[in-house]
């Protein structure tokens, strides 16, 4: 299982969506919030509640752990990552099926990844 963290500090980044929307549109992910404490309020005032609230714990049942990107990334930066990670844990296809799915003209998808890394 993989996850896309939630940072512990009070300003998550608002374009983590795009992380974690991307990765769960693979349906081969399953996304988790971790956290260092029972709540996390984003920059926009939305509270997260972690699933996991204990990260060496959370380490020992996660197979993958995908941090989510800086606040400094713009979103349609993040959402390049994201399908740029895509596409190297399953595959070209997948990566573009999820840009079509968002409807976003990714420009990854011109590249030749035909499989995993």
Not at 22 to 30: Q, S
Not at 72 to 91: E, F, K, N
Request: aromatic share 4%; glycine share 6%.
């Amino acid at each position: 299982m993989a996850c896309a963290t939630a940072s512990g500090s009070s300003a998550a980044p608002d374009c983590s969506g795009f992380t974690v929307d991307a990765l769960g549109r693979t349906y081969r992910t399953t996304a988790v919030a971790l956290g260092d404490r029972e709540t996390i309020v984003t920059k926009s005032g939305l509270t997260i509640i972690p699933d996991m609230a204990d990260p060496r714990r959370a380490a020992a049942r996660l197979d993958r752990i995908e941090p989510l990107p800086p606040a400094d990334v713009p979103p349609a930066l993040a959402l390049d990552r994201a399908l740029d990670t895509i596409a190297r844990l399953y595959g070209l296809h997948t990566a573009q099926c999820v840009a079509r799915q968002v409807e976003y003209p990714w420009a990854g998808s011109a590249r030749s990844v035909d499989s995993p890394a």
